[in-house]
């Protein structure tokens, strides 16, 4: 069974940073494109970041040059380091695992069939 764990949330000032980790169990990140997504009180689900087997990515347009997501196949654990942080960048944080969609269309399509529970990012001016 598929199980994503995301943890490293918290409260930052605007300009500070913060880590997210995915550890995921139950299958081989290495044969999945994994994507990083995000959802604001009120708004839809959106993606942030994505990393593809062969270490493509691709990042939305508000957090490129600022965010970078990676994957340590080893540790089966994705990362997102979010350096610049704005006060729009509230919002619950998933990881999501697809096996068929490249990192572009991940992003795009926010269509993934294994979710982690979510971490909560604030960012505060």
């Known amino acids: 069974q598929v199980h994503l764990v995301e943890s490293g949330g918290g409260s930052v000032q605007a300009g500070g940073s913060l880590r997210l980790s995915c550890a995921a169990s139950g299958y081989t990140i290495s044969r999945y494109c994994m994507g990083w997504f995000r959802q604001a009180p009120g708004k839809e689900r959106e993606g942030v970041a994505a990393?593809?087997?062969?270490?493509?990515?691709s990042y939305a347009d508000s957090v490129k040059g600022r965010f970078t997501v990676s994957k340590d196949n080893a540790k089966n654990t994705v990362y997102l380091q979010m350096n610049s942080l704005k006060p729009e960048d509230t919002a619950m944080y998933y990881c999501g695992a697809n096996e068929e969609l490249s990192a572009g269309f991940l992003l795009e399509r926010v269509d993934a069939p294994y979710w982690g529970q979510g971490t909560q990012v604030t960012g505060y001016s």
């Open positions: 990393i593809d087997t062969d270490g493509s990515t």
